[in-house]
């Protein structure tokens, strides 16, 4: 009895000492490990980016030029306050183009794999099992980019628990959220990922497009993140054009019909 | 103690608590064509169940008041979302009876979200709150 008491009572003590441990001083200059948002709905952000959501609230309003306010015009969105039926919608991802950068983040941001190298910065992401590379080998961002889907990605770390990217180059086809915001082939991006601790840091992502913005917007706002074990299974979860076009075919289309 | 252990410890706990995922999401596709302040309630026997994306699809027939078999399909949200709510692939099968609260699509065509659903005596939530009940 007395050692079945002390078994139990070490096993406590043990998990206890294991916790406190996991609250402990985070790595320097590195994010290695599979993170994911501490509140799943911020990271899956169906009406649009976090922090300005599509929800119709003034202070949500995005600063559009008349350039951007016409190219919203155009994106047809399935969420937000002017959603329309799924079968009116035109979101490129729901034909299976890539979602791009920064929409990767802004929505559907779920277990994302952090992998870093001498040279780069590697996140695996679960929706559609993409991944982008931010360069650390101490380049700048190219002057003249071609646009590409994740566009084009730099990275430095300015503390010991700050690492911050810029981003240029991208593609003018993706939409910036799943509320259908547009960009231009101008916009640039900055994210900070700050590290608090061992399991947690915090994401704020800025917007910088000129052409559709008449100023930098705040898309993330110190949006938590928390580390989850390594032997974390990541769930599958693709975009598969048969899949949707059945979807549409059962259910999406008989919705909109008058 | 290896901190790694530590880590597992305390990841695995957090994790836990935070896989419950709210219940208005259907994050690929809107709510637009639903009639959302009114809850549906059929009896139905399960004819189809597809566990794929963008949503998850339950295909079963209803009598309406005529006695005519009208065929229903219902969504949820994708695998990962409602395997974190306790669905499976194979808990519907063809022929399963079904009771289904959901909320239907404006334009009166069989079609719905299911919102709670129990099948061989056990109770699922579906997506968002039944309306006019107050959240569970």
Redesign the interface.
Known sequence: MRAAILFISTLFIAAFIATLAAFGQAPKRDLTGIWAPVNAIDGIAPNGARNMPADGKPEHELPYTAAGLAALKKNRSSNGPNEVAAADENDPAHVCDPQGFPREVLFELRATHFIQTPLQTMMLFTYNKVWRNIWTDGRGLPKDPDPHWFGYSVGKWTDDKTFVVQTNGTDARTWVDNAGRPHSEDLKMEEVYHRLDQNTMELTMTLDDPTYYTKPWVALNKMKLKLLPPTTEIPEMMCSPSEIAEYNRKHASRGAKQ | ?K?????????????TF?????GE??????????DNGKAVVVKGVVTEW?W????C?L?FDVKDAKGNSVHW?A?VS???DM?ARGWTRKMFKPGDEVDLTLVA?K?G?P?GRIVRVVVNGKTYAGMGAVPGEAKQ
């Open positions: 103690m901190k790694g252990f530590g880590i597992w410890v305390f990841s695995t706990w957090m994790m935070s896989l419950v995922i709210p999401l259907l994050a690929h596709h809107g709510s637009a064509i639903y597809t794929s994306n963008p949503h699809l295909e399909v969504e994708n695998p990962p395997t699509a334009n065509e079609i």
